[in-house]
Nanobody, 126 residues
Framework: QVQLVESGGGSVQAGGSLKLSCSVSERTFMTFAMGWFRQAPGKEREYVAAMSWSRRKTYYLDSVRDRFTVSRDAVENTVYLQMNNLKPEDTAVYYC???????????????????WGQGTQVTVSS
């Protein structure tokens, strides 16, 4: 069973930064495409960012492009989401998700991730 554990959430003021981490239990982490999602109260889940296991392909939601950066460390079996210049509209529970794939450059769509973490709260005040 693949287990994902997020950490790094918290409360910051607008303009601040946070770095989320997602530790993956699976030793074949290097064959997982990884994604970050978020869900604010009363809103639909958003597909925020993703990275292929080759690291050559990334995806970003338009509203976070140039502010958020996804990265991964194969040694640590961890994926990160660096969030800069945070805005109140970034407030949400953030989830990481994993998709096992044989294609090194593949990034799935929002419904293609079968493994999920429990989420971490990010709150941005104005």
């Amino acid at each position: 069973q693949v287990q994902l554990v997020e950490s790094g959430g918290g409360s910051v003021q607008a303009g601040g930064s946070l770095k989320l981490s997602c530790s993956v239990s699976e030793r074949t982490f290097m064959t997982f495409a990884m994604g970050w999602f978020r869900q604010a109260p009363g809103k639909e889940r958003e597909y925020v960012a993703a990275m292929s296991w080759s690291r050559r392909k990334t995806y970003y939601l338009d509203s976070v492009r140039d502010r958020f950066t996804v990265s991964r460390d194969a040694v640590e079996n961890t994926v990160y989401l660096q969030m800069n210049n945070l805005k109140p509209e970034d407030t949400a529970v953030y989830y990481c998700a994993a998709d096992r794939t044989l294609e090194s450059d593949y990034i799935g769509g929002p419904s293609d991730f079968p493994f999920w973490g429990q989420g971490t709260q990010v709150t941005v005040s104005s």
